[in-house]
């Protein structure tokens, strides 16, 4: 059964940072591109970040570019996100997901945990 | 970049009833398009990829179709357990772009 497990966030003051961890199991880490998708309160979701498989590519929005940054370790079977320079509007929950074998969409996703950034 | 424009916004139904969702794309994207089910406080769930393919363990009373710019997802008889909001979702290269959702709600 392939689990994908979030930790890490919680109340940071804007302009701060945070690192968000997910764990995942149940498949073949390596196989497969990872990703971070959010969403802010009342709000819809919002593709934030992506690395590829050997962390050869990766992607961001431009709402995160040059604030965030993706990271993976294969041999902990584990995906990261490194944010810094925190603002208001990325409260959110945020959520890892899995690449699907067609790499197009995201096949499987976590609970997510919530990110807060407030004063 | 591609919009992705979903109609309508929401969408008062009753249980038994048919459910069609659409989903508008800026610009052509061949059939490459998703559909989630995301529920409050759960995990968002795959529904239909390429269009019109359903994901593992997908019941068949959804259907999606579609090409080029406009796209349909169906419930054919809606089951309790299908309120929830739905979102479609294209990708290409590294953007990946979700419509704003519809919420479908009991009536």
């Known amino acids: 059964e392939v689990q994908l497990v979030e930790s890490g966030g919680g109340l940071v003051q804007p302009g701060r940072s945070l690192r968000l961890s997910c764990a995942a199991s149940?498949?073949?880490?390596?196989?497969?591109?990872m990703h971070w998708v959010r969403q802010a309160p009342g709000k819809g979701l919002e593709w934030v970040s992506g690395?590829?498989?050997?962390?050869?590519?990766?992607g961001y929005a431009d709402s995160v570019k040059g604030r965030f940054t993706i990271s993976r370790d294969n041999a902990k079977n584990s995906l990261y996100l490194q944010m810094k320079n925190l603002r208001a509007e990325d409260t959110a929950l945020y959520y890892c997901?899995?690449?699907?074998?067609?790499?197009?969409?995201?096949?499987?996703w976590g609970q997510g945990i919530l990110v807060t950034v407030s004063s | 970049e591609i919009v992705l424009t979903q109609s309508p916004a929401t969408l008062s139904l009753s249980p038994g009833e048919r459910a069609t969702f659409s989903c508008r794309a800026s610009?052509?994207?061949?059939?490459?398009l998703a559909w989630y089910q995301h529920k409050p406080g759960q995990a968002p769930r795959l529904l239909i990829y390429?269009?019109?393919n359903r994901a593992t363990g997908i019941p068949p009373r959804f259907s999606g179709s579609g090409s080029g710019t406009d796209f349909t997802l169906t419930i054919s008889s809606l089951e309790p357990e299908d309120f929830a909001v739905y979102y479609c979702?294209?990708?290409?290269?590294?953007?990946?772009?979700f419509g704003q959702g519809t919420k479908l709600e009991i009536k």
């Open positions: 997901a899995k690449d699907s074998s067609g790499g197009k969409e995201f096949d499987y």
């Open positions: 390429d269009a019109s």
């Open positions: 979702q294209h990708r290409i290269n590294w953007l990946y772009s």
């Open positions: 610009q052509s994207v061949s059939s490459y």
């Open positions: 149940g498949f073949i880490f390596d196989d497969y591109a």
């Open positions: 690395i590829s498989w050997n962390s050869g590519s990766t």
